[in-house]
């Protein structure tokens, strides 16, 4: 009964779009020949498309192609916008946005972001390898992210449901970040910049190419913050420093390596981070400077792809992952004390892929991945011990998907996954798409997906005794069905614009609360949840050298139960985008301006809504191979904050003011 509804919802939705859209497709079309086939294209002629993504498919494509609405952020946007880290980048996308408790960043998808959920509802790939880690399936996107944002090529964001490719945590969002290499970071590249709150970061990159088959690339990266001195109202006593902290500090070290010999290529990254924690969460000492975090991880990944013919090609995959949570909070029960959190993930996942064209006008895909958890281990103690889980587990998927060209002008794509997971059985994830080239100029997607995120090692066994936390003995994974059209159209030589309309419905969301009874946080499948969104975006691109993109995002995103809206969900995000040149092609200014509307608290308050502006300045050249930029953060020192997590006394965490930052980096 529930494939039937299904069915009819897939149904009805094409019909309404068709109806719409039908007089545009029987419309006059341009004579423009139809683009080379990708799957043949010499990845020199690839390299020269516009835009082009990898991750929505497993493989090369158009962005108007893609069964998804794709953001690509590139190199040069990252460098001449002044980002500092992965959240950065990923809160210029439309329909995202950011939370930050002063510890980790979180990130937002389409008006959805949970208190107690660290990022699990997307997944996130390093050149194709997963980085969700085995126990809370979560990437920071702050200083914990695994590579330095200076060695990044480009980000690839497809919003919507991804299971059908990728199985869980591809729920709302996959975000596929592809680094660097030889070709190019040629040679040495030495970076160093200093920041407000006494910030120092510094890092040197090698790049070599032996020859066209084989390159290497290796890097380093230093990172200390003292952080600012924060005021909380909350502690406004004499007892607790007036309300006023400065524990906020941060470092980081990374090592990163890629390196390739004619169809093998390996990446390996090693990133260790300690972090002051300033907001006295779970009721620890207000100010003590021993409440921190530590959090290391380390990937190594070597992947095998080969072209057998023009019409069949192979892509193997194998990689090892190891990641330390050490976590000290200090309390005061009759005398200072520190309990302590420990978490420990080791596991190994390996994916074997085949793209083939069996036939004219058929392009499939289908693979087998699997992933053995060899170590999911949780503990917490102080002077008794009151978790100490060691778990490990195993699941496995297999999916298909065919790229069917129906006529010159329709594309059909249709994929599905099944899973298999010991903790609740199987689930199978189907999407489709239809996609309509009116002409070069025009493109409309009509999409529908479904997805699943499997509850994790910390949701389902966490127990610190009376401390916290319980464990609910058993948890049911997440489902979410997403139905949307897109609409792509160049407006002309320099300027296009996207506009995007969804509905998604989540079932068995997963979600912290605090139980009455015993005052302990518990996750249960406590949720359906309803959204209805738009997503529009401007892009332009001049031959004077500016270049920008404007969005705009509307959701609203509300509990079916109780029609209430739901916390830490902004409904408007407005953000422009503009790079300039000032002086020749030497100079370039690149403005930033975010918007974020204001967000339901824990509380049923609200954090108000703030306008942000970024400005950087990039002076390329000075002298040959230097590159000078200076950055301010906050232009006009919006005071702002955003909603507080169930552990925080804090109902607004206040964030950042006006903060400065001047890098200069010298290739030779």
């Not at 497993?58 to 609405?69: F, L, V």
């Not at 302590?340 to 006008?361: C, H, M, T, Y």
């Not at 011990?385 to 069917?404: P, T």
């Amino acid at each position: 009964m529930r494939t039937i509804k299904s069915v009819g919802k897939i149904t009805a939705f094409i019909t309404v779009i068709l109806l719409a859209v039908g007089p545009l497709c029987f419309a006059g079309h341009s004579e423009a020949d139809v683009p080379q086939d990708l799957f043949t294209m010499p990845i020199e002629d690839l390299a020269e498309q516009p835009y082009t993504v990898s991750g929505a498919s497993k493989y090369e494509q158009k962005t108007s192609e893609a069964p998804a609405s794709v953001t690509i952020i590139t190199a040069d946007e990252i460098r001449k916008y002044g980002y500092k880290t992965m959240a950065d980048v990923l809160e210029s996308v439309p329909g995202l946005f950011i939370t930050y408790d002063r510890n980790y960043h979180y990130i937002g998808v389409r008006g959805f972001r949970r208190p107690g959920d660290y990022d699990s509802r997307i997944l996130i790939l390093l050149n194709g390898h997963r980085l969700n880690d085995n126990v809370y399936d979560s990437v920071s996107t702050g200083t914990t992210f695994p590579v330095d944002i200076d060695l990044i090529e480009k980000v690839e964001v497809m919003r919507g449901p991804g299971s059908s490719l990728y199985g869980s945590n591809a729920f709302l969002a996959v975000v596929n970040v592809i680094t660097k290499d030889a070709k190019t970071l040629k040679g040495v590249e030495v970076s160093g910049e200093v920041a407000s709150f006494d910030t120092q970061k510094e890092r040197i990159s090698y790049g070599k190419n032996f020859d066209e088959t084989h390159n290497l690339l290796v890097s380093a990266t230093s990172y200390k913050s003292d952080g600012p001195t924060l005021h909380f109202k909350e502690f406004d006593t004499p007892a607790t420093h007036n309300g006023n902290v400065s524990n906020d500090d941060d470092k980081f070290y990374n090592l990163f390596c890629t390196a390739t010999a004619g169809d093998l290529s390996l990446i390996a990254t090693y990133l260790p981070r300690e972090k002051g924690i300033p907001t006295a969460p779970y009721d620890t000492v207000f100010g003590d400077s021993r409440t921190r975090t530590n959090d290391d991880m380390t990937l190594v990944g070597l992947e095998y792809k080969h072209d057998f013919t023009d019409d069949f090609a192979l892509r193997g995959r194998v990689s090892y992952h190891n990641y330390n949570y050490d976590g000290g909070y200090v309390y005061d029960d009759n005398g200072l004390y520190v309990n302590k959190d420990r978490a420990r993930g080791r596991w190994v996942e390996s994916e074997l892929q085949f793209i083939a064209k069996p036939i004219e006008n058929h392009k499939l895909t289908w693979g087998v991945e699997d992933r053995y958890n060899a170590v999911q281990n949780q503990k917490n103690w102080d002077s008794v011990v009151y978790l100490d889980d060691h778990r490990h587990s195993n699941n496995w998927g297999v999916y298909i998907q065919d790229e069917w060209k129906i006529f010159d002008k329709w594309t059909f794509i249709g994929g599905i996954r099944y899973d298999e997971y010991e903790i609740f059985g199987g689930t199978t994830n189907p999407r489709l798409a239809l996609i309509y080239q009116h002409s070069d100029a025009t493109t409309v997607k009509l999409l529908y997906g479904r997805a699943f995120r499997a509850p994790n090692a910390y949701e389902l066994y966490y127990n610190d005794g009376d401390a916290t936390t319980k464990a609910p003995g058993s948890l049911n994974p997440e489902k979410i069905e997403t139905y949307e059209a897109v609409l792509e159209q160049k407006l002309n030589k320099n300027l296009s614009t996207t506009v995007s309309a969804f509905h998604y419905t989540m079932d068995d969301v997963l979600d912290q609360y605090l139980e009455p009874s015993d005052n302990l946080l518990i996750f249960r499948n406590l949720r359906e949840i309803k959204a209805n969104g738009i997503e529009t975006a401007l892009l332009g691109k001049w031959e004077n050298g500016v270049k920008g993109r404007a969005s705009y995002s509307f959701v609203e995103a509300r509990d079916s139960q109780t029609n209430a809206i739901l916390v830490d969900s902004p409904k408007h995000l407005a953000k422009f985008n503009v790079i300039s040149p000032v002086i020749n092609d030497n100079l370039f200014a690149g403005l930033e301006v975010l918007y974020t509307s204001r967000a339901k608290t824990l509380t049923d308050n609200y954090a108000n809504g703030f306008w942000i502006t970024n400005l950087t300045l990039t002076y390329e050249n000075i002298v040959k191979g230097f590159e000078l930029s200076a950055s301010v953060y906050n232009l006009f020192d919006v005071d702002y904050g955003y909603p507080g997590g169930n552990e925080h006394t804090q109902d607004i965490i206040e964030q950042d003011g006006r903060s400065f930052r001047i890098k200069l980096t010298y290739r030779f």
